[in-house]
């Protein structure tokens, strides 16, 4: 159970990264070598982002969808921490968000399937071998929000935005079902029940 890509996906809210770490705990257990990475990254492309994003600017979404594709770039190839180095040198790789949030969330207000097709025909663009969907109600999600954090980021202002979002993510998991595995965790549930699900997924590739 070496050598894994492992991509956690769900609504901001959803509770991945308390997930992330209870199952990156779970694997090191185990005997495992676990790296934790998220996406967007903290290169420039990522910090430019990022302001866009707690500052809520107004940008063109396939401006957004080509700056999330040339971080995700630099994130696959980036000569030390790149996510191929990491597989290469024998670490499960655990990623919080990848290609599937550009599609939920950029395809929101751009052409989804030219979003998908920039990532998933790009040469350079792995493919997980596994990613876990945490669903979570985008009510309980929006209120977690409002209650733990100082302001709304750019895609966490309504209820509304956030159903757009998930039913977004729920589609392209269709679509791509015969393709990649997903898993999809009906995760309106306890952390530990969460957690044993995660784990069972996980323990499945
Ligand atoms: P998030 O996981 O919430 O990061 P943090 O916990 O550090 O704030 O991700 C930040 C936001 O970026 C989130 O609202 C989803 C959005 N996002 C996209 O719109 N497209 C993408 O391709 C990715 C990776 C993230």
Redesign the pocket.
């Known amino acids: 159970m070496e050598n894994k890509f492992i991509v956690v996906e769900g609504l901001?809210g959803s509770g991945?990264?308390t997930q992330i770490k209870m199952l990156a705990e779970a694997l090191e257990k185990k005997g495992e070598k676990v790296y934790i990475t998220?996406?967007?990254q903290y290169y420039e492309t990522g910090a430019y982002i990022r302001r866009i994003?707690s500052e809520s600017l107004d940008k063109n979404m396939y401006l957004?969808a080509a700056l999330?594709l040339a971080d995700r770039l630099e994130h696959i190839t980036h000569p030390e921490l790149g996510i191929k180095k990491k597989l290469d040198d024998g670490y499960t790789v655990i990623c919080?968000?990848?290609?599937y949030?550009?599609f939920a969330?950029?395809g929101t207000a751009s052409d989804i399937n030219w979003v998908m097709d920039i990532n998933l025909n790009c040469p350079e663009i792995l493919t997980p071998d596994l990613c876990i969907f945490l669903d979570v109600n985008p009510d309980t999600c929006k209120q977690r929000i409002d209650t733990s954090r100082d302001g709304a980021?750019?895609?966490?202002k309504s209820t509304e935005l956030m159903r757009k979002i998930r039913n977004n993510f729920i589609d392209v998991f269709n679509r791509l079902q015969e393709k990649e595995n997903i898993k999809i965790i009906e995760a309106n549930k306890s952390l530990e029940e969460i957690h044993r699900a995660v784990l069972e997924a996980v323990e499945e590739v």
């Open positions: 901001d991945k990264s998220a996406e967007p994003l957004q999330f919080d968000r990848y290609y949030s550009s969330y950029q980021e750019l895609y966490e």
